[in-house]
């Protein structure tokens, strides 16, 4: 069983930066997936960023946004910068055990994992 944790949402005006963390405690796998997924009111939830191998970003926020890690902490980032008032949702980290260190599901049903949220709103 693995534990998460978010913390690090707030409110900012548009085009402030903001780091999105994530604490994992319990049992951890060193290939496991992390990924960051974002629902706004109203809204599915979606994919933003995953991390294994290497890193994968959804188009929307490729080049502001950045998914990083400390193994040795268990703790998962999300470096957002130049937000935009549409960046505004609860962010949720999740994590995949297994697998090939390289595959990232963009599908959050493929998560075993979820944290409670941190809520992210940008002001216009």
């Known amino acids: 069983q693995v534990q998460l944790v978010e913390s690090g949402g707030r409110l900012v005006q548009a085009g402030a930066s903001l780091r999105l963390s994530c604490a994992a405690s319990?049992?951890?796998?060193?290939?496991?997936?992390m990924g960051w997924f974002r629902q706004a009111p109203g809204k599915e939830r979606e994919f933003v960023a995953g991390?294994?191998?290497?890193?994968q970003y959804a188009d929307s926020v490729k080049g502001r946004f950045t998914i990083s890690r400390d193994s040795a902490k268990k703790t998962g980032y999300l470096q957002m910068n130049s937000l935009k008032p549409e960046d505004t949702a609860t962010y949720y980290c999740?994590?995949?055990?297994?697998?090939?260190?390289?595959?990232?599901?963009?599908?959050?049903?493929?998560?075993?994992?979820w944290g409670q949220g941190t809520q992210v709103t940008v002001s216009s």
């Open positions: 999740a994590a995949k055990s297994g697998g090939d260190n390289w595959y990232i599901p963009s599908n959050a049903a493929e998560y075993d994992y």
């Open positions: 319990g049992r951890t796998y060193s290939n496991y997936v």
């Open positions: 991390i294994v191998g290497r890193t």
